[in-house]
């Protein structure tokens, strides 16, 4: 295998070669310049069911890609060079994380920066893990502990990272799209690689795009790309595989603040820095709680509406649902929440997906206290009574179903598909937990010891045991008796709500429950509803606590009342149409194929789909609406569909 010349190789890497220094070699240093003392030590520390490496032999230290997006085939090209470390001094087999991948070749670069074939060998495919791709790595004595191993491939029409999406599936209308959702074990899928939560790396890249558009990364860019259609990317701090993302399309930028910018579609960028214009005051105010942000530049990208996240908290470069742009900023706890992942999840990474909580649990919290510092305690405990709802739904919808071992923080995936099982648990007992120490402990402890956990764990993973002993000695040890040993086991290991949780403090709510009770009571009429005051999340909590059997005139009063026949804010009219649904209000219909047709956020859908299951009617009126909605689905969006309706006719 031939070495590419090196005006083929990102710029980054060409600069180095012509300063003398072996470009991986640079980027080595810069990596272990951030590693510090103690990274090796924890990527070997625990096993992930959801990964074929074994960091124990060799573990990925740098990638280097280089890839052409190819629309017409809907596929990626190109290179991938790994910098692996030895880490077994007799370690000759290297075990890679692939799905769906063509492999072309795979290389050895020696001393003379040639690269010389490596056998190697694609395992057969689980549905969960992927293959293994098996590489056989010398073994010679002296050998460099650091290697460069060059693997050529394309990505497979099934990549399920990947979503190419028409130009009518975009804002604009008028060009492609190409985006990446790697978490959790989709990285894999466009690209060879551990991909296991543990283990960090740092990257670059030189993408090539058709001309007209642009690619986005979570990595530093170059301000200014060198020819049209070639893009240039540096990621100096180490990353978890499913932290690389990828964009491409009509893309422009607009500055928000020193640090902090917005990528959109042409069409909706201006609506999106009107909403997002608060972006440096949150990152100021989440500095100020949980230390200093160590990303450089914190911007946001806005997605088609097809993409299948609120948010995806990639780094430096948040991706974005479009729904969250409501008008008002009434929805911007989810720009907190992917903001305050710098933190929890990709500063200090779960270190397995059993660990989930550490991500999302955390980060719940963080955003909340974000969003409290920025807009004040009402709409923060607003979005506290409605985590609990979710918290008490989310429970109560497990248990019915016989997974209430899935109620746990801690759980066993071992077997399982990731996206199968990480659910609201997550994210809201998590949050609870630290609401919990923090009633307990006093609000400044609680600071206090986060900041220090986020400077402890910086650039490495921890798992759940990693964490409770960090936690008993750096926080309980100094408040004995606060929490006691068997109450916090029973919060990280146990199933359901362990007693004593903080109370809730729901005077925001309390208002508009009474008037929802005297409406549904009779005592006033829908017109004397004080709607116009009500914000989104008092709207969510009505509509979200109404019965299941409401006549159809109160329902069309209500909604005629709320103008809740229009489109307007997303998570408002998602309430509506659950509540329309649970009552089988048939008015509603049509609202419902185009919110179910218009967007494709997994979490909001997915709630609606299973409501629509849950009757042979209404399943009826799913597969109409799903037929439409279908071809529009990222893939992974469209598998959880097709297992909750599984007899519509999909031909
Ligand atoms: N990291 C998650 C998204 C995710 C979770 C991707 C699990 C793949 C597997 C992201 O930070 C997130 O939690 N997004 C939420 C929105 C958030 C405001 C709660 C979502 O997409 O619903
Ligand atoms: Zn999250």
Redesign the pocket.
């Known amino acids: 295998m031939r070495r590419p010349r090196p005006d083929q190789l990102p710029r980054f890497v060409a600069d180095a070669d012509r300063t003398g220094a072996n470009a991986p070699a640079r980027f080595v240093a810069i990596a272990v310049a951030w590693l510090g003392c103690c990274a090796a030590a924890d990527a070997a520390a625990v096993a992930d069911p959801h990964s074929n490496a074994d960091p124990s032999q060799f573990v990925v230290r740098h990638v280097a890609l280089d890839l052409e997006t190819d629309f017409v085939a809907q596929r990626l090209r190109g290179a991938v060079e790994l910098t692996v470390e030895r880490v077994a001094p007799d370690a000759d087999r290297l075990l890679l994380d692939t799905r769906g991948l063509e492999i072309h070749a795979v290389g050895l670069r020696d001393e003379a920066g040639e690269f010389a074939p490596l056998e190697h060998r694609l395992g057969p495919a689980d549905p969960v893990l992927g293959s293994a791709l098996e590489i056989r790595m010398p073994t010679a004595a002296g050998a460099a502990s650091r290697r460069v191993v060059r693997i050529e491939y394309s990505t497979g029409p099934d990549a399920t990272a990947l979503q190419w999406l028409a130009p009518e599936q975009t804002a604009g209308r008028a060009q492609p799209f190409l985006y990446t959702q790697s978490?959790?074990v989709y990285a894999r899928s466009w690209i060879p690689v551990q991909d296991s939560p543990g283990i960090r790396f740092t990257y670059e890249a030189r993408v090539r795009t058709p001309p007209g558009l642009r690619a986005v990364m979570s990595a530093a860019g170059d301000p200014r790309p060198s020819r049209e259609g070639e893009q240039h990317f540096v990621m100096p701090q180490p990353i978890p595989a499913y932290l690389v993302a990828l964009a491409v399309g009509d893309l422009q930028f607009r500055e928000l603040g020193p640090r902090t910018g917005v990528y959109a579609e042409p069409a909706v960028l201006a609506a999106a820095a009107h909403e997002f214009a608060d972006l440096e005051a949150m990152l100021v105010a989440a500095e100020r709680l949980f230390g200093p942000y160590r990303w450089d530049r914190y911007d946001l990208l806005i997605m088609p509406p097809s993409f299948p996240?609120?948010?995806?908290?990639n780094p430096r470069l948040s991706f974005i649902s479009p729904t969250v742009i409501a008008g008002d900023r009434s929805l911007v706890?989810?720009i907190t929440?992917?903001m305050a992942?710098s933190w929890s999840?990709n500063l200090v990474t779960n270190a397995s997906w059993d660990d989930f909580w550490l991500?999302?649990g955390v980060?719940?919290y963080l955003e909340r206290r974000i969003l409290e510092g920025v807009y004040g305690p009402r709409l923060a405990a607003m979005e506290l009574v409605l985590g609990r709802q979710y918290l008490d739904e989310e429970i109560a919808d497990l248990t019915a179903a016989g997974k209430r071992a899935d109620t746990a923080l801690v759980l066993d995936l071992h077997g399982r598909d990731p996206?199968e099982a990480?659910s609201n648990i997550a994210?809201e007992k998590g949050s609870l937990f630290l609401q919990f120490v923090e009633w307990r402990v006093g609000r400044a402890a609680l600071d206090q010891f986060l900041a220090g956990y986020f400077r402890e764990f910086g650039f490495r993973s921890v798992s759940t045991a990693g964490f409770e002993a960090y936690l008993r000695a750096n926080l309980l040890a100094r408040h004995p008796g606060a929490v006691g040993d068997g109450e916090l086991r029973q919060w990280l290991y146990g199933t359901g709500l362990p007693g004593g949780v903080p109370p809730v403090r729901d005077d925001a709510f309390a208002a508009v429950e009474r008037q929802r009770d005297d409406w549904l009571a009779g005592r006033i009429t829908t017109e004397q509803l004080p709607v116009q005051a009500w914000s989104p999340q008092q709207w969510m909590r009505v509509l979200d606590t109404l019965p299941d059997d409401l006549p159809d005139e109160r329902l069309a009063e209500l909604a005629k009342h709320g103008a809740l026949a229009e489109a307007g804010n997303y998570e408002v009219s998602r309430s509506w149409l659950l509540l329309a649904v649970r009552n089988e209000y048939r008015p509603a219909d049509a609202r419902l194929e185009a919110f179910l047709v218009g967007t494709g956020?997994?979490?909001m859908v997915k709630r609606l789909y299973e409501e629509l299951a849950r009757t042979p009617e209404r399943r009826a009126i799913g597969c109409r609406i799903y037929a439409q909605a279908r071809p529009g689905y990222h893939p992974v969006t469209r598998q959880m569909v097709d297992a909750l309706l599984p007899d519509c006719d999909r031909t």
């Open positions: 978490q959790p996240m609120g948010g995806m908290e706890s989810m929440h992917e992942h999840g991500n999302e980060t719940t996206d990480l994210y956020r997994h979490k």
